[in-house]
């Protein structure tokens, strides 16, 4: 049985689920994309974290909720209006809501006086709309004043005992004994008792007794002989004309009796009934009223439709703790080496007995990695979950900073694993931060711009590619060029007379200790932004690009793999060195004549690729091993996309071929290595590193170019 | 008299939470055999294939709400006679009034304790044991 402290934690799980769609909804009715169900959306996620706040004893939280639910009520039931100013009070009091989850699940009490403002706002709004609080003491057990009798039900009593009671005076239903007696002629005209009863049934709540006593024995029956008859009660809306109207077309050709014997009807009331009657009004009778057999089901299929088209199935989702399903990400892992492992003891078979061993084996290629993605989709989340914390950013700062901003998001949907929303939050955070204090500009500004007052954050997510992108685009200012290029020389970044393009220069901002804000601000500024958020990307072995056009905004874009324990990675030798490069990093492989290379003064050579001219570097230089040639003497050179568009070669020596590789992390061990992202293991049982491509990239950049570190001085196979 | 370990219950909540709560306060009245729907629809689903003795239902859920299902309850042929209690909040006053003329057995104000929720099976059910 679950404790207590495991249904406040799935409490408080709800709650976030609660106030995502309290969140949403405010701002969708905000920017008038609402339909009425999403007003009741928002007030029963107000309700539930009262409803649950409330059970769990959550004292403050039950009554913040309390105001804030009284209020939608309004708007609910249009005794209220939604204004812009009641949208913005609404929108700070589902903050403070969430400010007060999360006290409540942490333990700590609210400050005195916490959210004490919105609270007011929420109650001025109530006073405009007159309405009256029911107040937050003690929940009552009773309503008072309320008529309200409980109906007792016999558990002993036979099936149809309550049905069989009288419908109250007053209720508004007729009540008819019918006897129902069908003559031979009836069959013989093909009038079928069963139909007649069928039509009788629908107008509502019928009791039959079918009279058996009739029939003979076998032998002596015949076909068209009616052998039964029934009698009972109708209970129904529908008038007498009605009920004869069931009849219309038998009644000569059967014996008929109905009575009406409606209690207002009769004179003769059983005494004992009368009190029982006047005590509860309205709440005796267990039969609906008057309920035709086809609304049954109606109510059934309607609801069902009212929620936006949407049928939920039932149960289909079960809560499961992440630290199961990371025990069986964990064990695909093994199951990955260990299959790897398989495949090289097959492949070093004759081949006699091996052929039929690698046909079972690329079948369990095959399965595990259809159970690693089936794994890997249970610890898939929606990006949503980063991206609503985001609403509540934009509004604080751009009160914050007097702007105008609005927030849009696309694709909220979007899956990636978990580990890796974990780690979006910051950086996501960090980019918002930067556009709407850096990025857009004042109201005043913009409209001397021609520009619209309010500035645009966009916020989408998708997948493309084997990878999750997210792009923040704001139609901002955009980089000053010449500003940052200016501070980047002062603060000695990059070389007094070097030659940058646009983007180059917009990455500068991305270097440690880079800051332009005029005056530091306590929301951005410091210059631990954005070289910050582009270590946090490069550890999630994500990649971001930034583009920037002049007065018209900037376009960030972070490139994520979708899941950090298993990729597909491409095996490489250099020297007696092996290693993985991961996939997505690698464009093309090629093996160029050597006089596609040229050596200009000052670069480490440059490859001739389709009339573009693309950078080559020796992987054995950057890593500092020594690299023989392979007995052929032929060298490899993979082109690999490093981000932000360049584009540069690696010369190794030889390619192994392409893998599923389990990504093991060595940082804890052995703190960063330049070049290496993590490590993971071979099918050989060897631990091979997996290489950091980006990093690669700086490193080349930076590298010396000097005698021997050539491409044609140390490949003599390329000269 | 009814006995609490035989009566079959059904808790209709959408907020897991509380559906646990409920059954855990059941559970400590006795109670054995209870089902649990996160809104009408699946309540009506359950009605339709198991015997009920007992329906506890919220009001407040998303595809049917507690009235809708207490209509359904009502016009099911199966299920019409079930004991139905609804559980509001403590603003809910004019609901009790609706809920009564579609023949609710008994409502039950939120948050509640044990011995309310008791009192008011008993009030339907009769004294349990």
Not at chain 1, 21 to 33: A, V
Not at chain 1, 84 to 94: G, I, M
Request: hydrophobic share 40%; aromatic share 4%.
């Amino acid at each position: 049985m679950a404790s207590l402290d495991d249904l406040k934690k799935t409490f408080f799980d709800e709650c976030d689920e609660a106030m995502q769609q309290i969140e949403l909804g405010l701002t969708d009715i905000r920017s008038g994309q609402s339909t009425d169900e999403t007003i009741n959306a928002v007030f029963r996620g107000v309700h539930s974290v009262k409803g649950g706040a409330g059970i769990f004893g959550f004292e403050q939280l039950v009554g913040f909720a309390h105001v804030f639910e009284t209020v939608l009520d309004g708007l609910r039931n249009g005794s209220l209006t939604a204004t812009e100013e009641n949208l913005d009070v609404l929108l700070t009091a589902s903050d403070v809501l969430t400010d007060l989850v999360s006290m409540s699940r942490s333990g700590q009490a609210a400050p005195p006086g916490f959210g004490g403002e919105c609270r007011a706002g929420l109650e001025q709004i109530i006073e405009q709309g007159g309405g009256g609080d029911d107040g937050d003491g003690p929940a009552p057990a009773e309503f008072d004043g309320l008529d309200f009798v409980p109906v007792c039900v016999d558990m002993d009593a036979p099936d149809d005992a309550p049905a069989t009671q009288a419908a109250p005076a007053g209720s508004g239903l007729n009540r008819f004994t019918i006897t129902f007696k069908p003559k031979p002629e009836m069959l013989k005209k093909a009038n079928e008792p069963l139909y007649v009863l069928r039509e009788l049934r629908k107008l509502g709540e019928l009791e039959l007794i079918c009279e058996t006593g009739l029939l003979p024995a076998l032998s002596e029956m015949e076909v068209d002989y009616p052998y039964f008859w029934w009698k009972g009660t109708l209970e129904t809306a529908s008038p007498r004309a009605q009920v004869d109207e069931v009849f219309e077309f038998v009644v000569g050709d059967c014996d008929l009796e109905i009575v009406d014997v409606t209690p207002a009807a009769l004179p003769t009331v059983s005494t004992d009934d009368a009190p029982l009657a006047a005590a509860a009004p309205v709440a005796l009778v267990i039969a609906p009223p008057a309920a035709k057999p086809v609304a049954v089901a109606a109510p059934v299929a309607e609801s069902a439709d009212g929620g936006g088209g949407r049928t939920k199935p039932a149960a289909t989702t079960t809560r499961i703790e992440l630290e199961r399903i990371d025990r069986v990400v964990n064990m695909v892992g093994e199951l990955v080496i260990s299959q790897a492992m398989l495949g090289q003891i097959v492949q070093d078979l004759p081949e006699a007995t091996s052929g039929r061993l690698i046909q079972i084996l690329e079948e369990v290629v095959h399965h595990t990695r259809e159970l690693k993605d089936s794994v890997m989709s249970m610890r898939a989340q929606p990006v949503g979950s980063v991206f609503q914390r985001m609403p509540r950013l934009v509004r604080e700062l751009a009160t914050k900073t007097h702007k105008k901003v609005r927030l849009e998001m696309a694709g909220e949907t979007t899956e990636v694993d978990r580990s890796i929303i974990e780690r979006l939050g910051d950086p996501l955070t960090h980019i918002i931060r930067n556009s709407v204090d850096h990025g857009i500009e004042t109201p005043a500004v913009r409209a001397a711009a021609g520009k619209n007052e309010e500035g645009v954050v966009r916020l989408s997510a998708e997948h493309r590619g084997g990878r999750i992108v997210i792009e923040i685009k704001d139609d901002g200012a955009g980089i000053n060029s010449e500003r940052v290029l200016k501070i980047a020389k002062e603060k000695g970044l990059v070389g007094p007379d070097v030659q940058l393009n646009e983007d180059e220069i917009g990455n500068l901002i991305m270097l440690p200790g880079f800051s332009t804000a005029e005056t530091v601000s306590d929301i951005s500024g410091r210059g631990v932004g954005m070289d910050v958020v582009r270590s946090n990307i490069q550890d999630l072995g994500g990649r971001i690009s930034l583009k920037s056009v002049r007065g018209r905004g900037m376009t960030i874009q972070l490139a994520l793999p979708l899941t950090l324990a298993v990729m597909d990675g491409m095996v490489i030798k250099v020297g007696q060195q092996t290693y993985v490069m991961p996939l997505s990093a690698i464009v093309e492989c090629l093996r160029p004549q050597a006089n596609e290379i040229s050596n200009l003064i000052g670069t480490h050579g440059m490859l001739q690729l389709r009339g573009e001219f693309v950078p080559v570097v020796l992987l054995s230089n950057l890593l500092d091993i020594n690299s023989a040639p392979s007995a052929s003497g032929e060298r490899v050179v993979i082109i690999t996309d490093a981000g932000e568009g360049s584009r540069f070669g690696l010369v190794v020596d030889e390619l192994l071929g392409h893998q599923q590789v389990v990504i093991k992390s060595i940082e804890e061990s052995y703190g960063t290595v330049p070049g290496i992202a993590a490590a993971t293991i071979l099918g050989n049982g060897r631990v091979a590193f997996i290489l950091d491509v980006e990093k690669l990239s700086d490193m080349a950049v930076n590298s010396p170019v000097g005698a021997a570190t050539t491409m044609k001085a140390a490949s003599p196979a390329l000269n | 008299m009814p006995s609490a370990v035989t009566i079959k219950v059904l808790i209709v909540d959408d907020q897991n939470s509380v559906r646990q709560m409920t059954r855990m306060t059941l559970e400590e009245l006795g109670f054995r055999v209870i089902h649990e729907a996160e809104n009408g629809v699946q309540a009506m689903e359950t009605a339709s294939v198991q015997p009920l003795d007992l329906i506890i239902s919220d009001f407040n859920m998303p595809e049917m709400d507690g009235l809708g299902l207490l209509r359904a309850v009502r016009g099911h042929p199966a299920a019409r006679k079930v004991p139905f209690i609804l559980l509001t909040g403590r603003g809910d006053r004019e609901l009790v009034v609706k809920a009564a003329q579609a023949g609710v057995n008994n409502y039950l104000v939120k948050p509640f304790t044990a011995d309310i929720l008791r009192g008011k099976i008993e009030q339907v059910i009769g004294k349990l044991t």
